[in-house]
């Protein structure tokens, strides 16, 4: 298997509030678990990633989580702003260079 | 400047017409994806490149073939589109290696009509 869920699909937050994204993965052996943003009208950049030798990645208000035994990972955003709205896609690695993508949220920051 | 360019931006076919769509990469990329997004199925991988003439298919490569004959440049083609290829699609590069970064292209965005 080698689907990537993620959920939810649309999520709308206060601004200052924190938002969360959650992914499952099927493939045991996925070992790299990168996160990108899309903006509207724009292309996916990278924004945070994570290895399997990790639980736990912190950088500029974003904080990733990976539970390898029950295969989920997920991407808490602190303190949202405007600028935070966006696509966000998750996505799973083994080693073969090919990376399959959950299905996106579409994250909205209310003023 | 680490750049992934597509050519055309947009484009407007007709059903049963052949459709190239065109990227290219400045950092000597061995690997090179395309994907095709569509709202509610994300980023779908159509086809891997892992070098020139070492092309692998991906997920969804029905209706689809590509040709990489330089390292720099990856081609997708269309032969015969039909209406339901209707999407933005993007290309990809990355270096070797399992945690390498992908860089994406600005997206073409193709009609068939």
């Known amino acids: 298997g080698e689907q990537v869920e993620q959920l939810p699909s649309i999520l709308r937050v206060q601004e200052g509030s924190s938002a969360s994204i959650n992914c499952t993965y099927e493939n045991s052996a996925s070992n790299y678990f990168p996160w990108y943003k899309q903006e509207p009208g724009e292309n996916p950049k990278l924004i945070i990633d994570i290895r399997s030798n990790m639980e736990r990645k912190q950088t500029q208000g974003l904080i990733v989580l990976l539970d390898k035994k029950a295969k989920r990972f997920s991407l808490h955003i602190t303190d949202t702003q405007p600028g935070d709205s966006a696509m966000y896609f998750c996505?799973?690695?083994?080693?073969?260079?090919?990376?399959?993508f959950g299905t996106g949220t579409r994250l909205q920051v209310l003023p | 400047d680490m750049k992934v360019t597509q050519m055309p931006r947009y484009l407007i076919k007709r059903m049963g017409e052949n459709v190239l769509l065109e990227c290219g990469q400045d950092?000597?990329?061995?690997?090179m994806y395309w994907y095709r997004q569509d709202p509610g199925l994300g980023l779908q991988l159509i086809y891997i490149s892992y070098d020139v003439d070492s092309n692998s298919e991906g997920d969804i490569p029905k209706g689809y073939r590509v040709s990489r004959k330089k390292r720099e440049h990856f081609s997708l083609i269309l032969d015969s589109a039909k209406t339901n290829q209707t999407s933005v699609y993007f290309c990809a590069s990355s270096s070797l290696g399992n945690y390498a970064e992908q860089f994406f292209g600005p997206g073409t965005r193709l009609t068939v009509l």
């Open positions: 950092m000597s990329h061995e690997t």
């Open positions: 996505a799973a690695s083994s080693n073969t260079n090919k990376v399959v």
